[in-house]
């Protein structure tokens, strides 16, 4: 999964940075009441101007956190004892230690998946999980015992932990067993060795620690610790854990998704949570960023076929000079990314830019009137696509990955091909994208006089003799359409009910009890997870198992690369917001 701690950074630093110095003088008063004059009469002229909305944007106060409406935080109330003697617990370095001899003992076993991996059954790589599932069941005896475990496709993991009142819908938590592996060569660039699981009193070593095995651990250790201190549910709770979201999930996360739909059927789970974004310091502020939409994918292959020959008589252009016009046409006009209301992203920037303490103020005050001035919305795209990140996460990206043609010097190239990695905005569609694909090289079929196939339709043929044909497909049917977006807004339940916990959890761990110690906005991911098999169970998806994404780390925190860990405190605090989580839901009526 493309992560989300890194991006925590990228993200304040992205919108901390970008303000040019000369407009970071402080404003004196008449400069405010002239920019709101003249934003106001800006804002005027613009038909979706709402005079009302515009006064309680502006105006300092409550009207103003409308921008990013924050839930209250929720502490379980019936369960409140046993919530708090749970807490008593983890607050114990007894308690530490067990939670690092759990995960250490996960990373030690490695579960690594290969892109190139066969079906289970035939590929043995997958056995490397038999021994990981034997670890589960000796760390776990209760879990184990209290639980009823299906195996999906032998190695898929589905947890069940019946609830007394089945009018509840199940609660679904998910998580991933298998890890990337670890290039043979970078195992000396390693501080302890990758599956060592090595504690060092602060941080657990190895990969795995983070990605995701804390995220299962996490989730194990909670119910372990609950049935422990004789919980019984009202709420089912479901767990499902794949074994190959590293590489497609097509093995676990797409039989497990099967499995579920025929035992609980379409929408039946009240929310669920997978591994996804972090909370931490945005612009000065505590801000936990659950990713509650991902964008969709599509490898478009370009192919050019022209007829070979001896190159002692070429003509004009091979195929592989036509393709390289092609792959420029495609680099000189990439989709704008727009700025939009209405978009996940979009929700995103409004709550850095209401919480972000340290956002320079002309970039907050766009921010704030974007809602009703399309000019400031315009300026705010203007400032932010200046940033990679913010514009790879505000629009559709593409990139050139692969090429390919040409078999020998002095032979003419029949065929060329290459793909091109695009990464869908969530307000656009695998549709929108193979069009623009198509049209985008429209006219370079016909200059160049190509019978023209896109994406199985025929675009073009010659009237004339052909110089041979071009082809767009998807190019290892990987097509993804960006995912259903969560409901967030207030009337939302399960996310009310998610925000509330994770402020819980934070202020819990601190011993704090006002409000605003973290605030919750809606994030976007720019990779996908197991996630991406799930959407038919339930439209309450949210991507986060509360990691400090920020705070804590002696380096980056390694995840993909060398040197992955996880500051044994953070990991404890996964475990209290699982935790928290169940008690939260098994209570809730509202979801
Ligand atoms: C395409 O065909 C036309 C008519 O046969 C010819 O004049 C033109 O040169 C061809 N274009 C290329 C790039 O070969
Ligand atoms: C959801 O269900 C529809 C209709 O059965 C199906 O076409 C689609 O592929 C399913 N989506 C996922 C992500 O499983």
Known sequence: MVRSSEKVDILTTALVEQAPRSKRSKWTTLKL???????????????????????????????????????????????????????????????????????????????????????????????????????????????????????????????????????????????????????????????????SGYYDGKFIWGRGSSDDKSGLIGILASIETLLEKEFKPARTIVLAFGFDEETSGLQGAQHLSDAMLQKY??????????????????????????????????DTRVKVSTSGGHSSVPPAHTSIGILSRLLVEYEANPIEPHLERGTPIYSTIQCVGQYGKNLPAHLRALVKTSVHSDRALRKLEAELIKDLTYSALIGTTQ??????????????????????????????????????????????????????????????????????????????????????????????????????????TYNAHRGLNSEDNIFVSPGIMTGNTDTRYYWNLTRHIVRYNHQDGGNGHSLPNGIHTVNEHIPANNFVEMIRFFSTLILNADESREI
């Open 33 to 195: 009441v002239t920019l709101f004059a003249s934003l106001f009469a800006v804002a005027f002229l613009h038909d979706n101007f709402h005079y009302g909305k515009f006064l309680s944007a502006v105006s300092s106060g409550h009207g103003v956190a409308k921008l990013c409406p924050q839930s209250d935080t929720l502490y379980p109330k019936s369960h409140a004892r046993l919530w708090k003697s749970l807490g008593r617990d983890f607050d114990e370095d007894a308690f530490t230690t067990r939670a690092v001899a759990w995960l250490g003992g996960a990373v030690r076993i490695p579960t690594e998946s290969y892109d190139d991996m066969g079906p289970v059954g035939e590929d043995e790589r997958w056995e490397a999980f038999e021994p990981f599932h034997d670890y589960l069941v000796r760390s776990f005896p209760l879990t184990h015992k209290s639980l009823t475990l299906i195996k999906v496709n032998t190695y898929g993991l589905l947890y069940e932990w019946k609830g007394s009142d089945n009018t509840l819908k199940p609660l679904l938590l998910a998580a991933h067993q298998d890890v990337v592996p670890v290039e043979p060569e970078t195992v000396d660039q390693w501080e302890y060795p990758p599956y």
């Open 265 to 298: 059927g379409q929408d039946s789970f009240a929310l669920l949570v997978d591994e996804g974004s972090t909370y931490g310091d945005i612009g000065g502020s505590i801000i936990a960023i659950p990713g509650i939409a991902e964008k969709g994918y599509l």
């Open 399 to 504: 990139a050139i990955d692969l090429v390919q043609g040409g078999v020998k010097a002095n032979a003419l190239p029949e065929e060329a091909w290459a793909v091109i990695n695009q990464r869908i905005a969530t307000q656009s569609s695998v549709a929108v994208v193979q069009q623009r694909d198509t049209d985008v090289l429209k006219h370079l079929a016909k200059e160049f006089n190509l019978t023209y196939t896109a994406f199985g339709l025929a675009i073009s043929a010659e009237d004339g003799p052909t110089a041979g044909t071009l082809t767009l497909t998807d190019a290892f049917s990987t097509a993804l359409e960006p995912a259903p977006v969560t409901p967030f807004d207030e009337d939302s339940a399960p996310w009310q009910l998610l925000s509330g916990t994770i402020k819980a």
